[in-house]
C-alpha cells in the first residue's frame, strides 16, 4: 500500500477536530491571537493550492481550534460575571460582650375566606349598552347603520 497524502492530511485535519476540547489553554491562546488567527488563515488558503477536500478539513480544524478557545473566554468571562461575593461575618473579639438574641414576637390574624361561589351578583350585572344581548336584534341593529 501506498502513502496518501491527502488521506493522511484528512486524517490529521480529522484529530485536530476532535482532539480540540481537550487541548490545554495554553495551546488555544496561540489560536486566540491575531498572529495564531493568520497562521491558521494562512495553513488553509496553502492546503487548498494542494486539494480541496484537505482545505475543507484544515478549514474545520482551524475553525474548531478558534471556535473552542472563544468558548473557553466567554466561559471564563461568564463565570466570573456571575461570581457572587462572600459576605463574612465581622471578626468577633475575645471577651466582647453581644446582646442576646431576642425572638420577634408575631401576632396572629385571623382571616376569614370569602365566598366564592356566591351567584347573586351575576344577576346584577346588565349587558353593554353597545350590543345587544339578543342575536336577532344584532342584524337588524347592522343593517340600520349600514353595515350589511
Given at each position: 500500500?501506498?502513502?496518501?497524502?491527502t488521506?493522511?492530511?484528512?486524517?490529521?485535519?480529522?484529530?485536530?477536530?476532535?482532539l480540540?476540547?481537550?487541548?490545554?489553554?495554553?495551546?488555544?491562546?496561540?489560536?486566540?491571537?491575531?498572529?495564531?488567527?493568520?497562521?491558521?488563515?494562512?495553513?488553509?488558503?496553502?492546503?487548498?493550492?494542494?486539494?480541496?477536500?484537505?482545505?475543507?478539513?484544515?478549514?474545520?480544524?482551524?475553525?474548531?481550534?478558534?471556535?473552542?478557545?472563544?468558548?473557553?473566554?466567554?466561559g471564563?468571562?461568564?463565570?466570573?460575571?456571575?461570581?457572587?461575593?462572600?459576605?463574612?461575618?465581622?471578626n468577633?473579639?475575645?471577651?466582647?460582650?453581644?446582646?442576646?438574641?431576642?425572638?420577634?414576637?408575631?401576632?396572629?390574624?385571623?382571616?376569614?375566606?370569602?365566598?366564592?361561589?356566591?351567584?347573586?351578583?351575576?344577576?346584577?350585572?346588565?349587558?353593554?349598552?353597545?350590543?345587544?344581548?339578543?342575536?336577532?336584534?344584532?342584524?337588524?341593529?347592522?343593517?340600520?347603520?349600514?353595515?350589511?
Amino acid at each position: 500500500m501506498r502513502f496518501s497524502p491527502t488521506l493522511a492530511s484528512i486524517v490529521l485535519a480529522g484529530t485536530v477536530f476532535i482532539l480540540t476540547p481537550y487541548l490545554p489553554m495554553s495551546i488555544l491562546k496561540l489560536c486566540g491571537t491575531r498572529v495564531g488567527s493568520a497562521a491558521l488563515l494562512l495553513g488553509v488558503l496553502a492546503t487548498l493550492q494542494f486539494d480541496r477536500v484537505v482545505a475543507l478539513g484544515a478549514a474545520m480544524a482551524a475553525a474548531s481550534l478558534f471556535l473552542e478557545y472563544r468558548r473557553r473566554v466567554v466561559g471564563d468571562a461568564q463565570i466570573e460575571a456571575n461570581r457572587v461575593p462572600i459576605k463574612r461575618a465581622p471578626n468577633l473579639v475575645p471577651g466582647e460582650i453581644h446582646p442576646e438574641f431576642e425572638v420577634p414576637t408575631v401576632e396572629e390574624v385571623e382571616a376569614k375566606p370569602q365566598d366564592t361561589n356566591d351567584m347573586t351578583d351575576l344577576d346584577q350585572k346588565a349587558p353593554l349598552e353597545t350590543v345587544d344581548s339578543h342575536p336577532s336584534h344584532v342584524g337588524e341593529m347592522l343593517e340600520r347603520a349600514g353595515f350589511v
